[in-house]
């Protein structure tokens, strides 16, 4: 079982920066792969950022490439996203998530959710 807890979400001017975290529990946690995720207001979730456990495969949204980076230290069972140049049509729900299979995290299936954290980006 793992359990996911996001945070560092806030409101934040266009071209700020944000840390998100997420504090993972289990100590099998460098073996998870894991990924970012996002929900805007009527829109569907949607894969910002993912990683594999071995760190050999990464992914990145068209949308972000170039302005966010995920990473984890699996010292502090903790994963991040570290976003700059933050724009309005970033403001959604971030959520992160786990699994064993880094393909579920592609398909947006992965099993292990956060509870997710508002980011608020204003123009």
């Known amino acids: 079982q793992v359990q996911l807890v996001e945070s560092g979400g806030g409101l934040v001017q266009a071209g700020a920066s944000l840390r998100l975290s997420c504090a993972a529990s289990?100590?099998?946690?460098?073996?998870?792969?894991m990924g970012w995720f996002r929900q805007a207001p009527g829109k569907e979730r949607e894969i910002v950022a993912t990683?594999?456990?071995?760190?050999?495969?990464?992914y990145y949204a068209d949308s972000v490439k170039g302005r966010f980076t995920i990473s984890r230290d699996n010292a502090k069972n903790t994963m991040y996203l570290q976003m700059n140049s933050l724009k309005p049509e970033d403001t959604a729900v971030y959520y992160c998530?786990?699994?064993?299979?880094?393909?579920?995290?592609?398909?947006?299936?992965?099993?292990?959710w956060g509870q997710g954290t508002q980011v608020t980006v204003s123009s």
């Open positions: 998530a786990a699994d064993i299979d880094y393909n579920t995290i592609l398909l947006l299936t992965p099993q292990y």
């Open positions: 289990g100590r099998t946690f460098g073996k998870y792969a």
């Open positions: 990683r594999s456990w071995g760190g050999s495969s990464t």
